[in-house]
């Protein structure tokens, strides 16, 4: 069975600092892999997206996130961050084989202190 | 376009009534999910429809709830009777094809509360 675990529930970081939320994930298949962000009293947003092929991902608002399967890993990172990157990050998991069935983290809350 | 449209946005009910949440995925997106989110269980997928036919419904807690999709630009889900554990709120999401060769589009959420 295929499942992610978020390290940290929440996480605060000054303004500029560097972001890192760390993910895990247990795939028997290769998986693909995302991260999605929650604004408050918003819906899920995709942030980026490993499927195959290069192992580091870009995805929007500065944001990447690096394959490695010696670590079963897919930490999201940005450099820099910003007041506006306060909300809920989720890691999520599907394996190839099961198209569509998406298995989220429980999820981590980003706090931006000025 | 409007994006994935979700009503009522918010629904409080008291225990032993029905509940209909409804649901207009994106124009063009074959797929339709549900999803109910809770601080106990976190983000769980409910059901998922492929051109209007349920999928997966594994997801269904139990037979108090059900989900319909009539046709490909609305669905509902239904929770009869309602019980104050079914307090959550739930997204629907569309994509145009399989995920994860596409990305889900989630919609803004009802907050069920149910007294």
């Known amino acids: 069975a295929q499942s992610v675990t978020q390290l940290g529930s929440h996480v605060s970081v000054s303004e500029g600092a560097l972001v890192l939320l760390r993910c895990n994930y247990s795939s028997s298949v290769p998986p693909y892999l995302f991260w999605y962000v929650q604004y408050p009293n918003q819906g899920l947003q995709l942030l980026l997206k490993y499927t195959t092929g290069a192992t580091l991902v870009k995805g929007i608002n500065g944001f990447e996130a690096e394959f490695k399967k010696s670590e079963t890993s897919f930490h999201l990172t940005k450099p820099s961050a910003h007041m506006s990157d306060a909300a809920e990050y989720f890691c999520?998991?599907?394996?190839?084989?099961?198209?569509?069935?998406?298995?989220f983290g429980s999820g981590t809350r980003l706090s931006i202190r000025p | 376009d409007a994006g994935v449209i979700q009503s009522p946005r918010h629904e409080v009910t008291e225990m032993g009534q029905e509940v209909t949440l409804r649901c207009k995925p994106i124009?063009?997106?074959?797929?339709l999910f549900w999803y109910r989110q809770t601080m106990m269980r976190g983000l769980e997928l409910l059901i998922y429809?492929?051109?209007?036919?349920?999928?997966?419904d594994s997801g269904m807690p139990e037979d108090r709830f059900s989900a319909k999709m009539p046709n490909a630009s609305f669905s509902t889900l239904k929770i009869q009777p309602s019980e104050p554990r079914d307090s959550a709120v739930y997204f629907c999401?569309?994509?145009?094809?399989?995920?994860?060769?596409?990305?889900?589009?989630f919609g803004p959420g009802t907050r069920l509360t149910v007294l």
């Open positions: 999401a569309s994509s145009p094809t399989s995920v994860p060769t596409d990305t889900q589009y």
């Open positions: 124009s063009g997106h074959d797929y």
């Open positions: 999520a998991v599907t394996p190839y084989s099961s198209a569509s069935k998406i298995i």
């Open positions: 429809f492929n051109n209007n036919v349920p999928i997966d």
